[in-house]
Nanobody, 120 residues
Framework: QLVESGGGLVQPGGSLRLSCKSS????????MGWFRQAPGKEREVIAK???????NYADSVKGRFAISVDNAENTVYLQMNSLTPEDKDVYYC????????????????WGKGTQVTVSS
Protein backbone atom coordinates (compact mmCIF):
# COMPACT_ATOMS: atom_id res chain seq x y z
CA GLN A 1 0.00 0.00 0.00
CA LEU A 2 1.19 3.49 -0.88
CA VAL A 3 -0.01 6.45 1.17
CA GLU A 4 0.65 10.02 0.05
CA SER A 5 0.72 13.06 2.31
CA GLY A 6 1.92 16.65 2.31
CA GLY A 7 -0.55 18.25 -0.04
CA GLY A 8 -2.42 21.42 0.77
CA LEU A 9 -2.98 25.03 -0.16
CA VAL A 10 0.04 27.14 -1.08
CA GLN A 11 0.48 30.58 -2.62
CA PRO A 12 2.00 30.97 -6.08
CA GLY A 13 5.78 30.81 -5.83
CA GLY A 14 5.59 28.65 -2.73
CA SER A 15 6.83 25.15 -2.03
CA LEU A 16 5.47 21.84 -0.83
CA ARG A 17 7.06 18.50 -0.10
CA LEU A 18 4.96 15.45 -0.80
CA SER A 19 5.68 12.12 0.85
CA CYS A 20 4.65 8.62 -0.11
CA LYS A 21 5.22 5.82 2.34
CA SER A 22 5.02 2.18 1.44
CA SER A 23 3.76 -0.31 3.97
CA UNK A 24 5.09 -3.76 3.37
CA UNK A 25 6.65 -3.49 -0.08
CA UNK A 26 10.26 -2.36 -0.29
CA UNK A 27 10.54 0.64 -2.59
CA UNK A 28 14.14 -0.24 -3.45
CA UNK A 29 12.83 -3.18 -5.48
CA UNK A 30 10.95 -0.95 -7.93
CA UNK A 31 11.15 2.16 -10.00
CA MET A 32 9.08 4.92 -8.43
CA GLY A 33 7.31 7.93 -9.79
CA TRP A 34 4.76 10.66 -9.32
CA PHE A 35 1.88 11.54 -11.57
CA ARG A 36 -0.88 14.07 -11.30
CA GLN A 37 -4.43 14.19 -12.51
CA ALA A 38 -7.48 16.34 -11.95
CA PRO A 39 -11.05 15.25 -12.64
CA GLY A 40 -11.66 15.38 -16.36
CA LYS A 41 -8.00 15.94 -17.16
CA GLU A 42 -5.46 13.62 -18.66
CA ARG A 43 -2.99 11.87 -16.35
CA GLU A 44 0.50 13.37 -16.49
CA VAL A 45 3.53 11.45 -15.27
CA ILE A 46 5.84 14.15 -13.96
CA ALA A 47 8.78 12.44 -12.29
CA LYS A 48 10.50 9.08 -12.22
CA UNK A 49 13.37 7.67 -10.20
CA UNK A 50 15.06 4.39 -10.96
CA UNK A 51 16.48 1.86 -8.55
CA UNK A 52 19.93 3.28 -9.24
CA UNK A 53 18.77 6.79 -8.35
CA UNK A 54 18.62 8.22 -11.85
CA UNK A 55 15.76 10.66 -12.38
CA ASN A 56 13.64 12.03 -15.20
CA TYR A 57 11.13 14.87 -15.24
CA ALA A 58 8.39 16.17 -17.46
CA ASP A 59 9.17 19.49 -19.11
CA SER A 60 6.33 21.08 -17.15
CA VAL A 61 8.15 20.55 -13.84
CA LYS A 62 11.82 20.29 -14.82
CA GLY A 63 13.99 22.56 -12.71
CA ARG A 64 11.22 23.08 -10.13
CA PHE A 65 10.42 19.60 -8.79
CA ALA A 66 12.75 16.93 -7.40
CA ILE A 67 12.03 13.28 -6.68
CA SER A 68 13.99 11.31 -4.11
CA VAL A 69 13.79 8.05 -2.20
CA ASP A 70 14.72 7.28 1.39
CA ASN A 71 15.11 3.51 1.48
CA ALA A 72 15.58 3.49 5.26
CA GLU A 73 12.16 5.10 5.64
CA ASN A 74 10.69 3.25 2.65
CA THR A 75 9.39 6.61 1.47
CA VAL A 76 9.53 8.53 -1.80
CA TYR A 77 9.38 12.31 -1.82
CA LEU A 78 8.50 15.03 -4.30
CA GLN A 79 9.92 18.46 -3.49
CA MET A 80 7.91 21.06 -5.39
CA ASN A 81 9.22 24.62 -5.69
CA SER A 82 8.06 27.72 -7.55
CA LEU A 83 4.50 26.42 -7.67
CA THR A 84 2.01 28.01 -10.06
CA PRO A 85 -1.79 27.73 -10.30
CA GLU A 86 -1.22 25.34 -13.20
CA ASP A 87 0.27 22.85 -10.73
CA LYS A 88 -3.08 22.44 -8.99
CA ASP A 89 -3.93 18.75 -9.18
CA VAL A 90 -4.24 15.54 -7.24
CA TYR A 91 -0.77 14.03 -6.93
CA TYR A 92 -0.21 10.29 -6.81
CA CYS A 93 2.90 8.23 -6.21
CA UNK A 94 3.33 5.08 -8.23
CA UNK A 95 5.40 1.93 -8.09
CA UNK A 96 6.37 -0.07 -11.10
CA UNK A 97 9.00 -1.21 -13.54
CA UNK A 98 12.52 0.15 -13.28
CA UNK A 99 12.32 2.61 -16.14
CA UNK A 100 12.69 6.37 -16.48
CA UNK A 101 10.11 6.56 -19.23
CA UNK A 102 7.42 9.12 -18.40
CA UNK A 103 4.74 6.57 -19.09
CA UNK A 104 2.13 4.95 -16.88
CA UNK A 105 2.89 1.63 -18.55
CA UNK A 106 4.43 -0.84 -16.12
CA UNK A 107 2.84 0.73 -13.06
CA UNK A 108 1.70 -1.93 -10.64
CA UNK A 109 0.53 0.10 -7.63
CA TRP A 110 -0.44 3.68 -6.84
CA GLY A 111 -1.84 5.53 -3.87
CA LYS A 112 -5.08 7.41 -3.36
CA GLY A 113 -3.46 10.78 -3.96
CA THR A 114 -3.03 14.08 -2.16
CA GLN A 115 -4.57 17.36 -3.29
CA VAL A 116 -2.34 20.32 -4.15
CA THR A 117 -3.94 23.72 -4.61
CA VAL A 118 -1.97 26.80 -5.64
CA SER A 119 -3.86 30.01 -5.11
CA SER A 120 -3.46 33.46 -3.65
Amino acid sequence: QLVESGGGLVQPGGSLRLSCKSSGTLLRSYGMGWFRQAPGKEREVIAKISRSGATNYADSVKGRFAISVDNAENTVYLQMNSLTPEDKDVYYCAMGSDTLSLSFDGTVLWGKGTQVTVSS
